[in-house]
């Protein structure tokens, strides 16, 4: 086995060679964390084990040599041991005694780097234990802080071809600086165990690095060579820091540093560095170590002993300990607030001044003496006086701790506020004897069978039951044979040996008593434990329930012919029930399914809340009218969904009335007609599209006839002229009148082919536009009419307003609108037209309002929308394009409204249709 010896002369840590108070708090940390019994961090020291805190054992029993740790040795990385039978490894091997008899063991063979031993961490337990990957996680962290104490308070001989990081110190104390060789500078260098490298102290850049270097940033010589220690170091301050103690000193000594990684992350470590000569410069020489893991690990300690203190003095428990004369050591914040005292007043105090004196008595006298012997004390009654005098009755329960020489002790105490259960036990005592009283009063008869069914004990009530003397057959006859027909005994005793197995048995019977009469009693049967808990008898109850069941028995008919109506109900039917205020208190399944809504969001909302909108208020203020009378109320209602959803019912409204006739709840029942009144509605809106497409088909072939016959009328007209005309300039006139008439004509033919087109063109692609975006197009195409006329537009439609639409009318149809409101502007006043979305009614239009001259909606309302109407004076006006944008609304189920005044502007409404959002 290698050296393990230690050289304190060197150590880092100095500070911490003889104190064990950070092993104690990694013990500690360990406790917390794994709640075992046994607990131990050692160290090996001329191949013995050195150890340096535990818990659980004293150190006196502590063994030289253990064969877990030898075991942990071989298999190398943390052990779990949960059946020690099976470890080749350990059979024929004596166990040290505080490892005998447990179940379970975790440990861990402490290496440096370079694969030497330091040490060990175990922890054991008598009971099974399973480690979960966090437990193990957290005892490898744990390990990794005892390894890096131990490392830098043993600086441990690694090979003795090595160089050990010390001899550089120790060769520049013995030779001086100036004596050492570059050759022997660069050995160490490159040797040397722990990260260094050389830079120049003007500006700090990297001229050389060793490979431990390289492992503890992560990286390459190339990426570090010619850097700046500005870019290695994690912190300018820290930087700083380090070339201002080398200013003032010459050298710096284990300085706390961050250094940057390749991956980003920082790394803790100390520096230590030193001025020397290399290459006829002076540089500077560089060492790190890293402690990053004890950073980590002192931080959780930390964090620990937080936890624990915070644990202590806010658990909901009261905690004290107590010296070996009695005064208060510690207490928890619970503690105080139940006795009533500040901690101040408790601390140093001794126990006696808070215990009674028969407490103290029995403290000093009894229960002392046993606790110095077994170390422990559980549930102890004792009394304690509280600060405002009240005396308060606790469970104590008290350990002794030792200190590692056994020559101090502490007295740790958990005490349990059991006052009121006292107070809770005198009450069941007395509750107890009134319950005996009511035994022998109850109208329940009780009897007591042994395991042979012989009558025990009985009240009067069980001996009227069984209409004979019961005090004559004490002991002498089984209930079972005694007193029950021969056909039942067999049943009764099956049921009497269930109860000895442990078993609760309920009947109810019917029994034909000895005048003929049929009478209904409940038999209940409990078994009787012993102390073993094994059944030694039987409490048989009987009480008479003939009047109560007979009573079920009509009530369970009496339901069951309600269920089944409701039942038929239920799955028919809507069925709603109001208060007398309207307010819902119930609601069946098949209502929630239609309605979309859960119980809770129905409860406590009137019938309104389904309302649709549909109906105007006097429907419903008849109806009401009609039920609070008493009245029974009948009519179609269209509800609306939670998901928004239409649906019809016909509903009948039944009022249930007091003896005053005065309405005190409402049952609704309402029948789904949803598709009845959508085929209803379908026919109707066949009806009025075909009547309406009738009107617009007369009123298409009127204008077609129209128009088509004074343009003929014109050919034939320039024809007949033609035919008699010798003039040649006459005939080319003609023939210029006649091109204007053809061109006309053609035009005629286009527009009614585009409205044809609209009308017929039942394939449109619809998809969801952003209405915003369109109107704000329009504007850029209509910018220079805009611009001319200075006239102001107001985009009021909210950014995100979508519309199913077809792309194409919907473009034409605000380019005819806003252009025709920029054409119509009034030349009195500023021309201004505004659009926004409204609602009205349930549906959502786009309004289209501007000042401009308006339209004289009396003397041409009717025509507006014709084709070839003009209103105005405008030699651009076709009377065309109102004519082919109704048209283009219409195709997409919509419909347009007009509001104008002569003189102070219009107002077109674009209606979309209802499947829009």
Request: aromatic share 10%.
């Amino acid at each position: 086995m290698e050296d393990h010896s230690v050289d304190k002369k060197n150590s880092k840590m100095g500070t911490l060679i003889g104190n064990s108070s950070v092993f104690e708090n990694l013990i500690q940390l360990a406790a917390l964390l794994f709640e075992t019994p046994i607990i131990s961090i050692s160290n090996l020291v001329n191949d013995k084990l050195d150890y340096r805190a535990s818990k659980g054992l004293n150190f006196s029993d502590l063994p030289a040599y253990n064969p877990l740790a030898e075991f942990c040795i071989s298999k190398k990385g943390i052990q779990i041991i949960s059946d020690f039978k099976n470890i080749d490894l350990l059979e024929g091997t004596k166990l040290s005694e505080p490892y005998a008899g447990y179940q379970f063991y975790c440990g861990t063979a402490l290496l440096n780097e370079k694969g030497q031993l330091l040490g060990f961490f175990e922890i054991a337990d008598h009971k099974p234990r399973v480690f979960s990957e966090k437990k193990i996680d957290q005892f490898q962290l744990i390990a990794n802080q005892i390894s890096i104490i131990l490392k830098e308070e043993l600086l441990v001989a690694i090979d003795k071809n090595r160089l050990k990081v010390f001899e550089l110190s120790q060769l520049i104390k013995e030779e001086g600086l100036a004596k050492i060789t570059e050759k022997n500078l660069l050995t160490i260098f490159d040797k040397a165990p722990t990260a260094m490298l050389i830079a120049r102290p003007n500006d700090g850049q990297i001229v050389m690095v060793n490979k431990e270097l390289q492992k503890l940033a992560e990286t390459n010589e190339l990426e570090l060579l010619g850097k700046y220690t500005s870019e290695f170091y994690a912190s300018e301050s820290e930087r700083n820091l380090f070339f201002s103690v080398m200013k003032e000193k010459g050298a710096v000594k284990n300085l706390e540093i961050g250094i940057k990684k390749n991956d980003g992350t920082i790394a803790s470590c100390l520096v230590s560095s030193e001025q020397i000569l290399f290459k006829g410069e002076t540089m500077l020489l560089s060492g790190f170590i890293d402690i990053t893991d004890r950073k980590r690990a002192e931080l959780l300690i930390i964090q620990q002993e937080e936890s624990f203190r915070s644990l202590y003095n806010r658990t909901p428990v009261m905690l004290h300990s107590l010296d070996e004369k009695g005064n208060f050591l510690s207490v928890s914040d619970y503690w105080l607030a139940k006795i009533g005292y500040q901690r101040i007043q408790i601390l140093g105090k001794n126990v006696r001044q808070f215990f009674t004196k028969a407490s103290i008595h029995e403290f000093v006298k009894i229960r002392m003496p046993e606790l110095l012997i077994r170390g422990y004390d559980f549930d102890i009654p004792y009394q304690i006086i509280k600060r405002n005098g009240e005396v308060m009755d606790v469970l104590v329960s008290t350990i002794i701790e030792k200190s590692h020489d056994s020559q101090e002790r502490r007295f740790l105490s958990v005490m349990q506020d059991v006052t009121e259960r006292k107070k809770i036990d005198n009450a069941l005592q007395k509750s107890e004897d009134n319950l005996r009283t009511i035994f022998e009063n109850t109208n329940i008869g009780y009897a007591l069978l042994d395991a042979d069914m012989f009558i025990v004990s009985f009240n009067q009530s069980m001996q009227k039951f069984v209409m004979n003397d019961l005090h004559k057959t004490l002991y002498l006859h089984t209930y079972s044979i005694l007193y029950f027909a021969e056909a039942r005994q067999q049943t009764l005793l099956q049921s009497i040996n269930a109860v000895l197995t442990g078993k609760v048995i309920s009947y109810e019977i019917n029994y034909v008593q000895p005048n003929g009469d049929d009478r209904w009693y409940k038999m209940n049967m409990f078994p009787v434990f012993n102390k073993e808990t094994i059944a030694v008898g039987v409490v048989m109850a009987v009480e008479d329930i003939n009047e109560s069941k007979l009573k079920e028995i009509h009530l369970n008919n009496v339901v069951k012919e309600i269920t089944d109506y409701k039942r038929a109900l239920d799955e028919s039917s809507i069925v709603l029930i109001t208060n007398e205020k309207g307010l819902i208190t119930y609601a069946n399944e098949y209502c929630m399914s239609i309605t979309q809504y859960s119980l809770d969001e129905l409860l406590n909302e009137d019938l309104s809340f389904l309302d649709s909108g549909f109906h105007a208020d006097a429907f419903f203020q008849e109806m009401w009218a009609t039920i609070q009378s008493g009245a029974i109320w009948k009519g179609e209602i269209r509800n609306k969904t939670k998901k928004g959803d239409f649906f019809w019912v016909d509903c009948t409204i039944v009022p249930f009335v007091d003896i005053k006739g005065k309405p005190y709840q409402y049952i609704a029942i309402q029948r789904d007609i949803t598709q009845t009144k959508n085929a209803e509605f379908e026919l109707n809106k066949s009806f009025i599209l075909v009547n309406e497409q009738n009107k617009r088909l007369l009123n298409f072939s009127y204008i077609v006839s129209h128009n088509l016959r004074s343009h003929t009328s014109n050919i034939i007209s320039i024809l007949n002229f033609l035919e008699k005309e010798d003039s040649e300039t006459e005939k080319e006139e003609l023939m210029q009148h006649l091109k204007r008439v053809s061109r006309s004509l053609n035009d005629t033919l286009y527009n009614l082919n585009e409205v044809v087109s609209i009308r017929n063109n039942i394939n449109l692609v619809i998809e969801p536009l952003n209405l915003f975006e369109y109107v704000q197009q329009s504007i850029r195409v209509l910018g220079e009419q805009i611009r001319i006329k200075n006239v102001v537009i107001i985009n009021g439609v909210d950014e995100n307003f979508m519309v199913q639409y077809n792309p194409a009318y919907l473009e034409s149809i605000l380019l005819n609108f806003i252009s025709n409101a920029v054409k119509y502007g009034s030349p009195e006043r500023q021309a201004e037209i505004e659009l926004s979305i409204v609602n009205e009614n349930s549906e959502l239009c786009l309004k289209i309002r501007d000042n401009g001259i308006g339209i004289d909606m009396k003397k041409n309302g009717d025509k507006l929308f014709g084709m070839y109407k003009t209103f105005n004076n405008n030699p651009d006006a076709r009377g065309i394009g109102l004519f082919i944008t109704k048209n283009q609304i219409d195709a997409m189920g919509g419909r347009v409204e007009v509001e104008s005044e002569l003189g102070k502007g219009s107002t077109f409404k674009i209606f979309f249709s209802q499947e829009n959002p």
